[in-house]
C-alpha cells in the first residue's frame, strides 16, 4: 500500500503571496488533516477534511483554507503569507472514526 | 480541550543505557494516546499506540509505553537505546472531533545518544 505523499517538499515564498500545498492519502483512507509544526515546537492541528468537506478546525485564521477531493487527496492554500507562516506542513491521512494516522514527509514553507 | 506535556525538552543518554520520556495527559474521558518519533527534516513516524485493553502497550524499534490512568501518564521506554535512536519524541492524544478525530501533540523531546 502506498503511504501519504505531499509536495512540493521544500517551498520558499515572500510575505503577501499566496501557497498550494498537496498531499495524496494512504491508500483506503478517506480523511486528511493537515497540521503546522513551527521550528521547535509540535505539530498544531490546522484542520480535517472528510467526504470534500471541513471536518474541525483547530484555532487557524480563514486565510488558511482547503480542500479535498473525490480521491482523497487534499490541498491546503494559505493566503496573505506572513513571515510567521514558515513552518513545516504536515499532512495526515487516516480512516474517518478509526484513531490510525500515517503522515506524509511535510512541505517545509519558509516566507521571506 | 485535551492537552499534553512532556516533561523534558532534552534527553542526552549513553549508548546501550536506559531511557524514559515522560508525558502526562489531560483528560476526563477515554483517551486514545500516540507516541511519533521524528528524524530530522522528515514526518512523524508511530512508535505505539495505547487505545484499550493491556496498559502495557509495545512498538517497533524496542520502544515500550505504559498508561497510567491514575496518574494521567504515558511514559514511552527502551531498555538499550542505540545511536539510531537520536530524534525527537512527540507524545499526542487524541481528540474527538465532529465525526472524527485529532491529534493533540506535546512540545516534543529531544532524544541524544552518546557514544
Known amino acids: 500500500e502506498t503511504g501519504v505523499t505531499q509536495s512540493p517538499t521544500h517551498l520558499i515564498k515572500t510575505r503577501g503571496q499566496q501557497v498550494t500545498l498537496r498531499c495524496s492519502s494512504q491508500?483506503?483512507?478517506?480523511?486528511v488533516s493537515w497540521y503546522q509544526q513551527a521550528l521547535g515546537q509540535g505539530p498544531q492541528f490546522i484542520f480535517q477534511y472528510y467526504r470534500e468537506e471541513e471536518n474541525g478546525r483547530g484555532n487557524f485564521p480563514p486565510r488558511f483554507s482547503g480542500l479535498q477531493f473525490p480521491n482523497y487527496s487534499s490541498e491546503l492554500n494559505v493566503n496573505a503569507l506572513e513571515l510567521d507562516d514558515s513552518a513545516l506542513y504536515l499532512c495526515?491521512?487516516?480512516?474517518?472514526?478509526?484513531?490510525?494516522?500515517?503522515f506524509g514527509s511535510g512541505t517545509r514553507l519558509t516566507v521571506v | 480541550a485535551q492537552s499534553v506535556t512532556q516533561l523534558d525538552s532534552q534527553v542526552p543518554v549513553f549508548e546501550e543505557a536506559p531511557v524514559e520520556l515522560r508525558c502526562n495527559y489531560s483528560s476526563s474521558v477515554s483517551v486514545y494516546l500516540f507516541w511519533y518519533v521524528q528524524y530530522p527534516n522528515q514526518g512523524l513516524q508511530l512508535l505505539l499506540k495505547y487505545l484499550s485493553g493491556s496498559t502495557l502497550v509495545k512498538g517497533i524499534n524496542g520502544f515500550e509505553a505504559e498508561f497510567n490512568k491514575s496518574q494521567t501518564s504515558f511514559h514511552l521506554r527502551k531498555p538499550s537505546v542505540h545511536i539510531s535512536d537520536t530524534a525527537e519524541y512527540f507524545c499526542a492524544v487524541s481528540e474527538t472531533l465532529g465525526g472524527g478525530n485529532k491529534l493533540t501533540f506535546g512540545t516534543g523531546t529531544q532524544l541524544k545518544v552518546e557514544l
Open positions: 495526515a491521512s487516516s480512516l474517518q472514526g478509526a484513531n490510525g494516522y500515517t
Open positions: 491508500s483506503g483512507h478517506n480523511t
